[in-house]
């Protein structure tokens, strides 16, 4: 079955850590976006790849670093520098295309929690 | 700066009812539309997604319109179902944001039996 895996669904975090949240896909998609969501509220986008080796900051990406060493996966780190990590993290992938209307696919999302 | 609303925040009716969710934006230039649905602690699933220059979509129940105009869409969800129970967003695709969607606040859509 092609999808989108995100591990782990819950992760708690100690103050002053790093964590890494993992997104792959084998949708052979070439573009790839993590999103925060926070309760009761839409989704803000935090990093998005949209080829290997490249990726460009959305609008809450303080506190927050990404990879893209590979087309399938686009890891997600929270480092100490963000002070409210608190939310639900969703990943998602698409077909990259300048004007044509290919979806989003969200994957099940990680709640991170601080400890 | 583009801004994607829904209101109301929540909803709650009995089962059987028609019902409408509102989506409004603030600048037209859009690509599509999308609304999808979320189930508590769940990823999102893709409902319905109307290009820029439709005025509607429909899948079973669940009928989509556009109006770039007015900066509104509409969900139109026929014969509620306890099953229907979800928090319904909307996400657009802005002329200047290439691929990335903004997304509204959502709307939390409680069907009693």
């Known amino acids: 079955d092609g999808g989108i895996t995100q591990s782990p669904k819950y992760l708690f975090r100690k103050e002053g850590q790093n964590v890494t949240l993992s997104c792959e896909q084998n949708l052979n998609h070439d573009a790839m976006y993590w999103y925060r969501q926070d309760p009761g509220q839409g989704l803000r986008l935090i990093y998005y790849s949209q080829i290997v080796n490249d990726f460009q900051k959305g609008d809450i990406a303080e506190g927050y670093s990404v990879s893209r060493e590979k087309k399938e996966s686009f890891p997600l780190t929270v480092t100490s520098a963000q002070k409210n990590p608190t939310a639900f993290y969703l990943c998602?992938?698409?077909?990259?295309?300048?004007?044509?209307?290919?979806?989003?696919?969200f994957g099940p999302g990680t709640r991170l929690l601080v400890l | 700066k583009q801004e994607v609303t829904q209101i109301p925040a929540a909803l709650s009716v009995p089962e059987g009812e028609n019902l409408v969710l509102n989506c409004s934006f603030t600048d037209s230039a859009i690509y599509n539309l999308q609304w999808f649905r979320q189930d508590p602690g769940k990823g999102l699933t893709s409902l319905l997604l109307?290009?820029?220059?439709?005025r509607e979509q429909t899948s079973g129940r669940l009928n989509a319109s556009l109006d770039k105009s007015s900066g509104r869409s509409t969900l139109y969800i026929a014969a509620s179902q306890p099953g229907d129970s979800a928090t319904y967003l909307c996400?657009?695709?802005?002329?200047?944001?290439?691929?990335?969607?903004?997304f509204g606040g959502g709307t939390r859509l409680m069907v009693k039996p």
């Open positions: 109307i290009q820029s220059s439709q």
């Open positions: 996400a657009l695709r802005f002329y200047n944001a290439g691929n990335m969607l903004t």
């Open positions: 998602a992938s698409s077909i990259y295309s300048g004007t044509s209307v290919e979806t989003q696919y």
